[in-house]
């Protein structure tokens, strides 16, 4: 149904002959590492061929001898153990590609940053590169051939939401040469900025872009529509509207903040004024008579540098049109626009008297007026004022319909109001869903040009994902074993990616290759032990050499493993009875490896990732950590100390908090898992 | 007819983060990109921050920054000038586009043959070598140019004789090379206020008087923060903020600072809490204006910050230098209408962004305006296929420099998609 599955009978995997390639960077590790021994030792693991030495990879001419090997048709893999890949990895994978050679079957081990340069001592630091190479040359040999497939892509994109930001993305995108469905549940185009009477430029823009999209043929829009459901995978999506369907490659989400919907609450006031309100009373000139008047911006809610430049625009606005005294009573001016600071001395010079506190003045309502009482913090100074009228800056609002939208999309949890979740790596406009942008400022607060600019980057990234009308993607990379799927859709919740379709027809999940990011977070979780991930399946997690280290380390390959390797070029130093097992997100790991590891040996076994938020596959250290609490707690249940499996986060270029990571606590006390216990 | 973008070549000054996330954007749509880069190494001023989460992330971006920088050392179409300037820019003589001349700093160490072993740094008689990104978890060294023994004409080769892979040329010489570009994107960035050369608050003078600045590198290095004149953990830190910024106190210089930083209430509310938790002794004070906000999650760190810090809005008028290396702050306490004086363990100024050093020259030489604080007009220049990025154009964090840079390149590649620009007539 969506992916053609390849059937991959792969015939060097009955006898996979490896090379292991050993780089003795130029001559400056000798001291270190006893490149005979470690060549030695590797050549007696099983499977292995070949042994390379070979003088400097990185080197002009240093891999020649490796792509020799890898061309005789006797050599089906090869462990390349050298530096940091960032050293070698650009150039050789070039050719690599020149040469055909498949990527998967290439491995890498870190002798130098995770051995040579951090155990001081000769022999346990060669040790420790055997053991590295020979876990790696295990792994290795179950290695698959992966090829890739073409993938078509639907070049037509869905643009949810007709403000500022959609109409934008949708233009940009129809100059790109792109259909474009532009749906918006309003009856009309324009949104949020089209009911603002504070910012005229933003209304008169808003008609200006929704005349250019009644005028171009590459947009149909459709005005009061919702999207009922989103189906399909990305480049192939089925969007069931409240009117029709269309199909769509990528979809970008410019739903916008709520429309407006009052002020903010404040205590003992009914019926105050609007911001809104007031901009239409100034542009009228309706009112007179007025002796004082009040602002409010931000004494119970938070608000943005939009609402700030609002403020002191209306009230110098009142100050210079009506005489009157006008005061702005506030928490915090946010001035982070360049031009606010001079806004904010010019509504001074005009006579606004700005009063910052950050408790709420008291607040009482009179028959035609309204008394505030507090102190200005500025001054120390109490006032008492009796206001003929007082404007209330509206409440940022949440955008309730958003938590619908983006369970439709399945593009996670709004958090504040904001469509986009909120992690560190999807800025600026992804929804961790391939295919899936959003713009605008239903992602974060934005003030419009900022809105405008947002629905052209967002164009611009759906652009770069649908530039063909095909792409190729690899043939796999998690794969479901549909005899073994219980049909629990534990998967499919647990996907960060939303990467997992339900074949209903054959009652099993299947992983879309095109939008699989390869955190291996679903195969961790399926309780049937149904999906496996290419390079990291559960059988290559749990090899473990003959002598196992004293501590295991599941290693993120987007931060404990770069920690690992700063901390090398720190040369820093700790003990060399760690052994580091590199996974693609901490959420890989499930209680079996951790617990086999044990059974093998190990006294400590630490599962190192990134922060919640930080966290490349977006909640994949989450996931991560409760697994383990949970295997904590039943260590303790069965008697067994708890602390002899660990978790943490850390960043990449931490060097210092992974040593204290693997140095802490070695010396705990070694819990017995008894070997017969079948695991 | 929308052009081929992948005959198209895109020069980039500056290689920041702004820089950075340009050119990953621009070779991803297919560009080829020069990006020019004024240091030996790219990462402007964030490769220097430290991460800042406690238990959890605090959202300062810097692990997406130096992921950024990770990607584009690996981008096979992104081409690096390392201790380059743009020197000329002229428009091209078939009328499209420009060949712009760019002057290279003598190369002593060539970073592709360098392998980081360090023999060279270990050798070296003045300590003038170092690795350039070690944060990066991939280096090579650099020599200091300013003490390097053989440029100021001594006969030491210590480390080129050293170097395995012959990777050190001490007899480099400057080089000035062309490049043909079809659009060019200014990524200069930001200097940071000059605490020092101002004399602000007794900077540099006052010991245990650190700027914003001194607290990243001191994370990025150690993950904490220490007093300098003992190494020991402050118990009594003050913070002020707005130091260069939202004030003409610092007329003398060439701008006016009377605008927001917009990173500095960020990273002092973030280090705060970071030390508030090290530190579970000590007592941070904030003095400031207004905190501005940031980040989605800025309600539940404000409302934190108000329960663990102690908020004085005030700007101090003064610091000394007290007994036990201790800095006295002078500062007028409002609620109790009088003038205070207390004694701290740290202070730390939170300096505010100031335009990039050779803004000046580089908006004279492409046409681009500058406003009164000496920022880039984020427009852009008046001849058509100059672009400005980044926070050159107006302080940013990380995340509004992203944000912004990825619309400034969707602006570049839409009029590099147009018909081909035309030369200014």
């Not at chain 1, 200005?376 to 404007?391: C, I, K, N, P, S």
Request: hydrophobic share 40%; with cysteine.
């Amino acid at each position: 149904m969506i992916v053609q599955k390849q059937a991959q009978p792969n015939a060097l995997h009955s006898r996979p002959r490896s090379a292991v390639c050993l780089c003795e960077c130029a001559g400056t590790l000798a001291d270190q590492l006893d490149f005979p021994k470690i060549a030695a030792s590797a050549g007696r693991l099983p499977g292995v061929t070949r042994v390379l030495r070979c003088h400097a990879l990185c080197q002009p001419g240093g891999s020649d001898q490796l792509l020799a090997a890898l061309k005789d048709q006797r050599i089906s893999r090869a462990l390349i153990a050298a530096c940091t890949p960032a050293y070698y990895r650009t150039a050789l994978e070039q050719a690599f590609s020149s040469n055909n050679i498949n990527p998967h079957l290439v491995s890498r081990v870190n002798i130098r940053e995770h051995c040579a340069w951090v155990h001081p001592d000769r022999s346990s630091a060669t040790q420790k590169a055997s053991r590295l190479i020979a876990s790696a040359v295990g792994r290795l040999r179950l290695a698959e051939r992966v090829g890739t497939q073409r993938v078509s892509l639907n070049r037509r994109v869905l643009v949810i939401g007709a403000g500022l930001a959609g109409m934008q993305a949708a233009l940009a995108l129809a100059d790109k040469k792109h259909a474009v469905t532009l749906i918006t549940v309003s009856d009309h185009l324009g949104g949020r900025a089209l009911q603002q009477s504070i910012i005229p430029q933003a209304a008169e823009r808003a008609r200006q872009l929704a005349k250019r999209i009644r005028l171009n043929r590459r947009i149909s829009v459709l005005t009061a529509t919702r999207l009922r459901s989103l189906a399909g995978r990305f480049g192939q999506f089925q969007a069931h509207l409240s009117q029709g369907q269309a199909d769509c490659g990528a979809v970008i989400v410019a739903t916008g903040r709520s429309q407006l919907t009052g002020p903010q609450q404040l205590p003992a006031i009914t019926g105050t004024l609007t911001f809104d309100h007031l901009a239409l009373a100034l542009q009228k000139n309706r009112l007179s008579n007025l002796k004082r008047i009040g602002l409010i911006l931000d004494l119970q809610t938070q608000q943005d540098r939009a609402a700030t430049r609002a403020a002191l625009k209306l009230a110098s606005r009142a100050r210079l049109l009506w005489g009157c005294e006008t005061y702005l009573f506030c928490c915090h001016l946010r001035l982070s626009g360049l031009d606010q600071e001079q806004q904010y001395q010019q509504a001074r010079q005009d006579g606004v008297v700005v009063i910052k506190s950050l408790s709420c003045p008291e607040i009482t309502q009179q028959v035609t007026a309204v008394r505030l009482k507090g102190t200005d913090e500025q001054t120390g100074r109490d006032f008492d004022l009796v206001l003929d009228l007082l404007a209330v800056a509206d409440a940022p609002q949440t955008n309730n319909g958003q938590a619908g939208l983006t369970a439709k999309l399945r593009t996670g949890r709004p958090v504040a109001g904001l469509a986009q979740r909120d992690n560190v790596f999807l800025l600026p406009v992804d929804s961790g869903r391939e295919g899936i942008l959003f713009a605008g400022s239903c992602r974060t607060p934005l003030e419009w040009p900022q809105a405008l600019d947002d629905g052209s980057a967002a164009a611009e990234h759906a652009h770069t994902l649908l530039k063909d009308s095909a792409a190729r993607a690899p043939a796999k990379l998690a794969e479901v074993d549909p005899a073994k799927c219980a049909f629990c859709l534990t998967c499919y919740r647990s996907c960060p990616h939303a990467a997992i379709a339900m074949d209903q027809e054959n009652r099993a999940a299947i992983v879309v290759p095109i939008m699989c990011q390869a955190c291996g977070v679903c195969v961790a979780e399926c309780p049937a032990k149904a999906v496996e991930l290419v390079d990291y399946t559960d059988s290559q997690l749990s090899i473990s050499p003959a002598s196992p280290a004293a501590t295991v380390v599941f290693a993120c390959e987007n931060s404990a493993l770069l920690a690992a390797d700063s901390a090398g070029l720190a040369r820093m130093t700790y003990s060399p009875d760690v052994a580091i097992v590199p996974v693609p997100c901490a959420g890989r790991i499930d209680p079996v490896h951790v617990l086999r590891a044990l059974q093998a040996g190990a006294e400590k076994v630490l599962i190192l990732g990134c922060y919640d938020q930080a966290c490349k596959y977006l909640h994949g250290i989450t996931r991560a950590r409760a697994r383990i609490e949970r295997l904590r707690t039943q260590l303790t249940q069965l008697g067994l100390d708890p602390d002899c499996v660990q978790i943490g986060s850390l960043m990449a270029a931490d060097a210092g908090r992974f040593v204290d990571f693997v140095s802490d606590g070695l010396q705990g006390d070694k819990p017995v898992i008894p070997a017969k216990v079948g695991i | 007819m929308s052009q081929d973008l992948s005959a198209k070549q895109a020069l980039i000054i500056g290689g920041g983060i702004a820089g950075v996330s340009a050119a990953l954007q621009l070779s991803s749509a297919g560009l080829q990109v020069h990006l020019v880069e004024r240091d030996d190494h790219l990462g402007g001023h964030a490769l220097d921050f430290g991460c800042k989460a406690i238990d959890t992330c605090q959202k300062c971006n810097v692990c997406l920054a130096l992921d950024k920088f990770r990607q584009v050392l690996q981008a096979s179409n992104v081409h690096i000038h390392l201790a380059s300037q743009l020197d000329a820019l002229t428009d091209s003589s078939n009328g499209s586009g420009f060949r712009a001349t760019i002057l290279q700093k003598p190369q002593l160490i060539t970073p592709a043959k360098c392998i980081a072993c360090g023999l060279c740094a270990a050798a070296c008689p003045v300590n003038c070598i170092s690795p350039a990104t070690p944060a990066l978890g991939f280096t090579y060294y650099t020599i200091d140019r300013s003490r390097c023994l053989a440029l100021q004409g001594q006969d030491c080769h210590k480390c080129r004789d050293l170097c395995p892979t012959s990777a050190i040329d001490l007899a480099a010489q400057p080089s000035t090379h062309q490049l043909d570009a079809d659009a060019v994107l200014l990524a200069i960035g930001y200097e940071p206020y000059d605490a020092l050369g101002q004399g602000t608050y007794g900077y540099g003078t006052i010991p245990n008087v650190i700027t914003g600045l001194d607290a990243e590198h001191q994370l990025q290095a150690s993950a904490t923060i220490l007093r300098p004149s003992d190494s020991r953990p402050p118990k009594k830190i003050a913070f002020i903020q707005c130091v260069g910024s939202r004030s003409d106190e610092t007329a003398p210089l060439a701008f006016s600072s009377q605008y927001c930083s917009a990173v500095c209430c960020a990273y002092a509310l973030r280090i705060s809490r970071l030390l508030a938790q090290q530190l579970s002794e000590s007592q941070i004070t904030i003095f400031y204006m207004d905190l501005q906000k940031f980040g989605k999650d800025y309600q539940t760190l404000y409302s934190d910050c108000r329960d663990k810090l102690r908020l004085i809005r005030s700007r101090p008028s003064r610091l000394e230098p007290a007994a036990d290396g201790q800095v006295l702050l002078t500062y007028e306490d409002v609620t109790e209408t009088q003038v205070c004086q207390e004694p701290f363990d740290l202070v730390v100024l939170s300096i505010g962004m100031r335009p990039a050093a050779d803004a000046r020259r580089l908006a004279d030489l492409l046409d681009i305006d500058v406003d009164q604080h000496g920022f880039l007009n984020p427009l852009g220049s008046y001849r058509p296929g100059i672009f400005v990025a980044g926070s050159c154009s107006g302080p940013a964090d990380i995340a509004e420099t992203i944000q912004r840079t990825s619309a400034v390149s969707a602006r570049l590649l839409d009029t590099l998609r147009r018909a081909p620009l035309v030369a200014n007539i």
